[in-house]
Nanobody, 118 residues
Framework: VQLVESGGGLVQAGGSLRLSCAASGSIFSINVMAWYRQAPGKQRELVAAITNGGTTTYTDSVKGRFTISRDNAKNTVYLQMNSLKPEDTAVYYC?????????????WGQGTQVTVSS
């Protein structure tokens, strides 16, 4: 599975960005697509996730501001980020998880930088 992110950049506080993650390769049985982020000096954290059935989950700090969605025809997942804050600054990573009886298999994109200026 290959994941390619795009859409990061520099934005002022209160602005918006939309991240995209295009998946290719052996994408069958990918159960969950998600966005993680990692700020300097901090651990990588889950931002939002969406299952094959469309169920979504968000970390508390982005609820009401970020929206995750997927276009199955394009094998692409999106993260719409509104009302951005300086504390949203991080490298954002796309993740695909395959759940098999043998275990969990995670695939990662290369990351895209999001910088929010105050």
């Amino acid at each position: 599975v290959q994941l390619v992110e795009s859409g990061g950049g520099l934005v002022q506080a209160g602005g918006s960005l939309r991240l995209s993650c295009a998946a290719s390769g052996s994408i069958f049985s990918i159960n969950v697509m998600a966005w993680y982020r990692q700020a300097p000096g901090k651990q990588r954290e889950l931002v939002a996730a969406i299952t094959n059935g469309g169920t979504t989950t968000y970390t508390d700090s982005v609820k009401g501001r970020f929206t995750i969605s997927r276009d199955n025809a394009k094998n692409t997942v999106y993260l719409q980020m509104n009302s951005l804050k300086p504390e949203d600054t991080a490298v954002y990573y796309c993740n695909a998880r395959r759940v098999l009886a043998a275990g969990l298999y995670d695939y990662w994109g290369q990351g895209t930088q999001v910088t929010v200026s105050s």
